[in-house]
Each structure stands twice: as C-alpha cells, then as structure tokens.
C-alpha cells in the first residue's frame, strides 16, 4: 500500500477482542478511537478490504458532497436493505436513482410540502390526544406511532383503513428489526435460514408489498382527487411521458415509510427530553410558543415563527443525530481530505461524532440551541449534516423539518412536561435509537 496515504491502523483483533460489546454499541470504540488517531482511522478485517471510520469534515464533505461522484453507497445500504424494503430512493445507485430522484425530488419540494402542512398537523394533533396526562410515559412508542402516522396520512390521505396502516406499521418494524440483527450478526444467516425466520420475514415482505399493492390499485380506479404523496408519486412522469409502474411504487413507497418514520420519532424523543431536562431552555421555548399560538392558527405561520423552538431541534440533531453514522465506497483511486486510498476503500462517516467534534463546536457535548441563533450559518456547515449533504441529501428533510416543529408546538402549548430521566442513552442500530426515555405530560 506504499504510494496510499491511510489514516493510523487500529489492529483488527482489538475489534475481536471487543466484538460482542462493539456489536452492542460501536460508538464508545469509534470514539476512542477516533480521538487517539486524530478524527480517522482505518481497519483491515481479513473477509474485505480497508475500512475508514472519520469524523472529519472534509473527509464528509469531500465524499458526500465535493467528489461524491468517486463514491457510491456500500452493499449494506444497496443489496442488503433493498433486500427487504425493496430498490428505491434511498437504495438504489446510479443511473437508476438519479432517474428516479430527478421524478421524485419536485414533490418534495419546501413549496409542495407546504400543501401538506394541514395533513401532518391533523395527523399530529389526533395522536397527541392519545396521551394520558400526570404519568410518566415511555416517550418513544408515543413518537414512533406519530411519526408513522404522519407519514402513512401523508402518503395516502386518508384511504387506507386503520388496520391495514397498523398491520403494515407492525411488519415494517419487524423488518428493521431483522435487518439490524443479520448487519450486526452476519454468522448467524445459517441459524436463519435453519429456524425458519429467514422464511418468515421474507413472508412479510411480500404481505407489506401486497398491501401497498391494494391501495395503489384502489386509488388508480377511484375517482376522487387527493392531494397526497402517493397523488404525486402516481402523477409524476419520466421525459418520455411514461410513470412508475406498481413494482417502482411499492419500492419507493416503502423507502418513504422506512426512512420518514424512525428517524423523526428518535429525533422528536430526543428533542423532547432535552428540553424537559433544560429547564431554562424550556421556558425560553414556551415563552415563544405561547406568543405565536396567541398570534396565528395557521399551522405554516406557527412553523417559520418559531425561530427558537427550530434552534432547539437543530441542537437536538446535532447531539443526536438518528441518522449517526453513513458509509460510501470508493470506485476508483482517489484523494480523499489528507489521504490518498485504494478504490474498494469504504468509508464510514460518523456524523455524532462530527457533531461532537470540538476542532469544530465549542463545548461539543452540551444542548446550547442558541448557537444557531447566534450563528444560524451552522444549519450549512460542513460539520453539520443531520440530512446528509450533496445530491443524495435527505429528500424528507423540509418534510421532517416541519413535523418535528409542529409537534413540539402542539405539545408545549397544550402540556409542561418533565421527566425523571437522568443520562439519555442511546442505541445505535441503523438509526440512533433513545433507550428508555421518558416523558409526564401534564395538561395546561
Ligand atoms: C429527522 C428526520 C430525518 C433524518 C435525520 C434523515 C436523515 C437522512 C440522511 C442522513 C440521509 C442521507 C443518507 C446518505 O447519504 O447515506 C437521508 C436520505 C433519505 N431520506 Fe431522510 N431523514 C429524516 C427524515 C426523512 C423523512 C421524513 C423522509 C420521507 C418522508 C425521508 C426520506 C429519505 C429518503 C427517500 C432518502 C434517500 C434519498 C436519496 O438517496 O436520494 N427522510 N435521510
């Protein structure tokens, strides 16, 4: 490897020596790690070649945004989800996702999101009934059906029954389940194979496709107009006219479900203890929360008001960012921030430790939302990539955005809440999973 220029070698057998706790919990290790070597390293497993693991920013801008072209997504995002949640935005490469990102990107444009506000904000208000006030409540659960609530009456408005939705919610999380545990325990695919489960869930992929599959077919022959993302997805056209077959839809229609819904029910649990545990921070966001609900009932104009209330998410997602870490491949020979690596070379961003990185944020670990106050340019920078950055940037983020604040909204206007919750602890599976946080809601 002369002529290469890698970052300092971490010796495989420290990762078998660790493996079981780094199966539980990778981010201790990178952590340390990534401190003793200057923000990367690399490992050679013997199955593959080199693996990168940095939190440096021009090692993440160059990759993601500024050479993104050297790089495509690793198998583990590509055959293996694709396996279970089917080939869409999120799992597909090349040609074939710039196609469909190009068909799909408009819909989710900040202007068309817009026209959805009242869908989410309904969706939102109707689960926050569901709360029994005066109790401490484990936070999470209440999020997850929210968030996927939200994105299931944004897909398909309201066509779909009860539950189908609850049925579809259930085996996608069993999906995401199974997929973590075959990422973390390759060795035990035989085990799967053996014991039927492979079986099982492959069973459920086809019952969730099948069941998009139904609602698709309805609404191709209903005759009412819906202004939803399945309208648009169903509406949108290729240069030669033509649209998304049912295969197509199904894919990106599960993508939708699997990436929208998670990853804001982590970042909506977060956010909220954090402010429950930050009592200052807290009254500073009810303060304006009470202002704009005294000035408008237009969920939209709440949303661009709230200027504290979207600091406080930002900050959140920098602490906790659901989507911690991801990974590119390099197609051919290339430079790469201060080293020069072998094509096959992956790479893993960890965008929490980035986030945490004290070259780039002044006190790294603590929730200070007035940092994008005062410099609101952070949102922009190379440091700073909840969604990711350059062209496969998250295509939900104006969607995610706007949830998450109407949420919070809805919540400190008509609860206070608190929690005993001491140390936020975290579980890092595809997406940065909360561990038993939890939440009293007591009404105002
Ligand atoms: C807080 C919430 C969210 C976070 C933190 C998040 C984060 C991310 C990140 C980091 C990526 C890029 C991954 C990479 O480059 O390897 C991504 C991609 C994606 N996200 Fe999100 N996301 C969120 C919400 C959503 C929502 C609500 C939707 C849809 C309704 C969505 C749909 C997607 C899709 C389809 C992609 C793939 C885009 C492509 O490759 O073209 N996400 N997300």
Aim: hydrophobic letters at 40%; one cysteine or more; glycine letters at 4%.
């Amino acid at each position: 490897m002369s002529e290469y220029r890698y970052p300092n070698k971490v010796p495989f057998r420290k990762f078998i020596l660790n493996s079981s706790k780094i199966a539980k919990n990778p981010i201790p290790f990178q952590n340390k790690w990534l401190k003793q070597n200057n923000n990367s390293f690399y490992v050679r497993p013997f199955f593959r070649g080199a693996v990168i693991i940095s939190c440096n920013k021009d090692v993440a801008s160059q990759m993601l945004q500024k050479k993104h072209k050297d790089f495509h997504k690793s198998k583990i995002q590509t055959q293996f989800l694709s396996k279970y949640i089917g080939y869409g935005l999120l799992t597909s490469s090349g040609d074939y996702w710039l196609q469909q990102r190009r068909l799909i990107q408009p819909g989710f444009h900040r202007e068309k999101i817009k026209n959805l506000v009242s869908v989410i904000d309904l969706a939102i208000k109707d689960q926050l009934k569901k709360v029994s006030p005066n109790k401490e409540l484990e936070l999470y659960p209440l999020m997850n059906e929210l968030a996927f609530e939200v994105v299931a009456k944004s897909l398909f408005d309201f066509s779909a029954e009860r539950e189908t939705l609850k049925r579809l919610q259930f085996i996608i999380e069993k999906l995401q389940k199974f997929i973590t545990t075959e990422i973390r325990q390759p060795y035990k695919k035989l085990g799967f194979y053996v014991s039927g489960k492979m079986r099982y869930h492959n069973g459920l992929v086809k019952e969730s496709r099948d069941i998009i599959e139904a609602i698709i077919n309805q609404r191709r022959t209903s005759d009412t107009t819906h202004d939803d993302l399945l309208q648009m997805l169903l509406d949108a056209q290729y240069e030669d006219g033509s649209s998304m077959t049912n295969t197509q839809l199904i894919d990106e229609i599960l993508i939708l479900f699997v990436a929208g819904h998670e990853t804001t029910a982590n970042a909506l649990t977060f956010t909220l203890t954090l402010l429950a545990k930050h009592k200052n921070i807290l009254e500073k966001a009810k303060k304006e929360v009470e202002e704009i609900a005294s000035n408008t009932n237009n969920p939209l104009g709440a949303i661009s008001n709230l200027k504290y209330l979207s600091a406080c998410i930002n900050e959140s997602l920098r602490l906790y960012p659901p989507a911690w870490i991801t990974d590119r491949v390099a197609i051919n020979d290339t430079e790469l921030g201060d080293f020069y690596i072998k094509k096959g070379t992956m790479i893993g961003v960890s965008i929490y430790e980035l986030h945490r990185n004290s070259e780039y944020w002044e006190n790294p670990n603590d929730f200070i939302p007035e940092r994008f106050i005062e410099k609101p340019e952070f949102v922009k920078a190379d440091y700073y990539i909840p969604f990711g950055a350059g062209p496969r940037l998250c295509i939900g983020n104006n969607f995610a955005m706007f949830e998450m604040v109407l949420t919070v909204f809805e919540v400190l206007k008509h609860y206070d809440i608190s929690t005993t919750t001491n140390q936020i602890k975290v579980n890092p599976l595809i997406t940065l999973k909360p561990i038993g946080l939890t939440l009293m809601f007591k009404k105002k």
